[in-house]
């Protein structure tokens, strides 16, 4: 009775789960499983920092733990679920993504081969969500090309929420359609074997797996990047993309910020020898000095990269008190008044000078020798320089490492579909025009002319000044230009700001508002409004205050129209290879702006600009490539027309597929 009872919501459920999703299937194979295994091993790939390398298999967390859940609820002892403890990070621990992808393919397939060896006639179902899901598709993709741990006759479903690599052949779509592929690219392989057994859902809001690449290059290019090997970023890549991964990438791992500012004081204690009585010990000051510099390397880094720039300092500042994300934003404005380059060379003597005396074999000398003397005043120097950091609260001290850690990519990623989307709102050549035309009918005393002149410029100027508050220019033009971009667009907006970066925009800004102000008010002059005669002196004494600033004009403009590019930094960049952006490279290089200025026009009146501005109108520019507001939403998602959201669906799915494989 029990049997036909469960054969009788197996087909309910069937009927339910294939409406829309007539593709998933599941092999219909019953054996007999080995004493003390149990029927099914069911293995969860959690998402990023929803676990750890440390974390108990045993404890199911995050999104997938519901799920999780409901198969043992169901099941009993005959499913065996294991949720992975892995890297789970994204640019926070000295580790790319890739990096932290590969250690959950890499441990997921230990953990697939030792269970069936262990347990021959056990069958298996794997769930991932985000990077997770990115693990789990690349370990579906692998089994069902006969190049995974397990045969795919043993696999009985696949499931996988907000893959980045969503698109895969193979893997059946479930819930609302979307509009774009995952962030990451389509598997090339595809599910082959697999096909039919793999269910993929994402909500279309969620840019980490639904992403029209064709509208945005840029973000499309730099998820692919950041999300694969080093190894597997092309040929052409000339070493490029790794270095774009690693220059995102800040590691706070070992950094103790909270115990900044007590570690200041346990080096001057030790070199004062106050609690040893007068024998100071080398060793213990070559360990503190070390300490120091693992906390303060990732902070200075972060400074000196651009991430922290005061745009998105203000941005975290606004975040309400008691915020991990407020509290980043007191470390960053203290840190920025620290004199954290000294702080870093005083710890890195006082860290090498005492080596070389244990080294020596001194490894204890007496307070007043010689060398302590001076490694105490070198602590005294640190004590100052560090002074603005140290004295921040401990307690926003501990909660800002979470938001400092990823600041890189999520700052990158928004500051340049800033400046991609900015580059499309500038008239290039107009304004090119207007920073030759204006200083010359300034020179002429051409009242008129300069007043449209100016009046054309501070139009033209609006969007690239905000642009510009928002951006580290220079940092931002460097990553663009790796980015692979077969249309080239991103390529020109790596130019355009690249030479945007050497020019002090704001003054050429108001230097333009007040060219316009002091034109109108001479054009009033000249030309008054009916029954008010001309004033020609007031106009000449307006026309000569304009003299100064044509001058000023001129000279801050010389850098844009003669400037070149900046040059890009090899060691962080790598070769680019692209044919498109080579030509536009040559065109920056020759100072054929005219040329540079055409292709950006070209761009901008494209579809793909057109495209690229709806999709910054639905958010995208307010987004990190690995997280979204939709992301973290999939136990609200409805996937179906019974009202089941993504996790309820998996749970039932997979609860099937044991149901008929035992």
């Not at 501990?398 to 989307?421: E, G, R």
């Not at 501070?458 to 940092?475: C, I, R």
């Not at 030509?583 to 690229?612: F, H, N, R, W």
């Amino acid at each position: 009775m029990a049997w036909s009872a469960r054969r009788g919501l197996a087909a309910v459920t069937t009927t339910t789960i294939l409406c829309g999703t007539a593709l998933l299937t599941g092999p219909v194979i019953a054996h007999a499983n080995p004493a003390n295994c149990a029927s099914t091993f069911n293995l969860f790939i959690p998402g990023t920092w929803e676990t750890n390398e440390n974390a108990d298999p045993n404890q199911p967390v995050g999104m997938l733990a519901p799920v999780a859940a409901a198969i043992e609820a169901q099941n009993g002892a005959r499913a065996q679920t294991y949720t992975l403890p892995y890297m789970a990070r994204a640019f926070d621990n000295g580790h790319t993504y890739a990096d932290s992808k590969t250690d959950a393919v890499s441990k997921a397939t230990a953990v697939l081969t030792s269970y069936a060896d262990k347990c021959r006639g056990a069958k298996i179902t794997i769930t991932g969500y985000s990077q997770g899901a990115d693990a789990a598709g690349d370990l579906a993709s692998a089994i069902g090309n006969d190049q995974g741990p397990v045969d795919a006759d043993q696999v009985l479903g696949v499931a996988l929420i907000a893959d980045p690599g969503a698109g895969t052949k193979g893997a059946a779509p479930v819930g609302p359609k979307t509009s774009g592929e995952g962030i990451a690219g389509p598997r090339s392989q595809g599910m082959g074997k697999l096909s039919g057994r793999v269910a993929s859902i994402c909500d279309p809001n969620d840019l980490y797996c639904s992403i029209r690449k064709g509208a945005n290059p840029f973000l499309g290019s730099l998820g692919s990047i950041l999300s694969k090997t080093p190894g597997n970023t092309g040929a052409g890549a000339g070493g490029g993309n790794a270095a774009v991964a690693t220059a995102l990438t800040s590691d706070f791992t070992d950094a103790d910020l909270p115990g900044l500012g007590s570690n200041i004081d346990a080096l001057r204690r030790q070199l004062s020898a106050s609690d040893t009585g007068g024998s100071i010990d080398v060793h213990q000051i070559a360990d503190t000095a070390t300490s120091l510099s693992k906390t303060l390397s990732p902070l200075a880094d972060l400074l000196q990269s651009g991430a922290a720039n005061t745009a998105a300092t203000a941005r975290l500042a606004a975040a309400p008190v008691g915020t991990p994300e407020n509290a980043a934003a007191q470390v960053l404005t203290t840190a920025s008044q620290a004199n954290l380059a000294g702080a870093l060379d005083s710890v890195a003597t006082i860290a090498n000078t005492a080596a070389k005396l244990s080294n020596n074999g001194d490894t204890t000398l007496p307070a007043t020798a010689a060398e302590i003397s001076q490694l105490a005043g070198t602590a005294a120097s640190l004590g100052s320089q560090i002074a603005p950091v140290a004295a921040t609260p401990a307690d926003a001290l501990s909660s800002a490492s979470s938001v400092l850690s990823v600041l890189k990519p999520k700052v990158v990623v928004d500051q340049a579909l800033n400046v991609v989307t900015g580059v499309t709102a500038l008239d290039i050549p107009k304004i090119l025009h207007n920073l030759i035309v204006l200083p010359q009918k300034i020179a002429a005393g051409d009242v008129r002319a300069a007043r449209d002149a100016a009046r054309e410029l501070n139009v033209q100027f609006e969007p690239l000044v905000k642009m510009v508050a928002g951006v580290d220019l220079k940092w931002v033009s460097q990553i663009l230009a790796i980015i692979p971009d077969p249309s080239g667009y991103t390529q020109i907006a790596a130019l355009v700001t690249s030479i945007l970066g050497n020019v002090d925009v704001i003054k050429l800004a108001n230097i333009a508002g007040q060219a316009q102000e002091i034109a109108w008010a001479a054009a009033d002059k000249l030309f008054p409004p009916p029954g008010v005669l001309p004033d020609p002196v007031g106009a000449a004494a307006q026309t000569t205050a304009l003299i100064p600033l044509g001058l000023d004009l001129a000279s801050v403009a010389a850098n844009m129209l003669t400037g070149k590019a900046s040059e890009t930094d090899p060691a962080l960049l790598g070769k680019q290879t692209n044919p498109v952006g080579n030509a536009i490279t040559t065109q920056a290089q020759t100072l054929d702006l005219a040329g540079l200025a055409g292709s950006v026009s070209t761009m901008a009146q494209s579809q793909g600009a057109e495209d690229l501005a709806a999709v910054v109108g639905e958010g995208l520019n307010a987004a990190s490539f690995f997280a979204s507001g939709a992301h973290q939403s999939y136990q609200n998602l409805v996937v179906d027309n019974a009202g089941r959201n993504a996790i309820q669906w998996v749970s039932d799915w997979l609860n099937l597929q044991i149901t008929r494989a035992v």
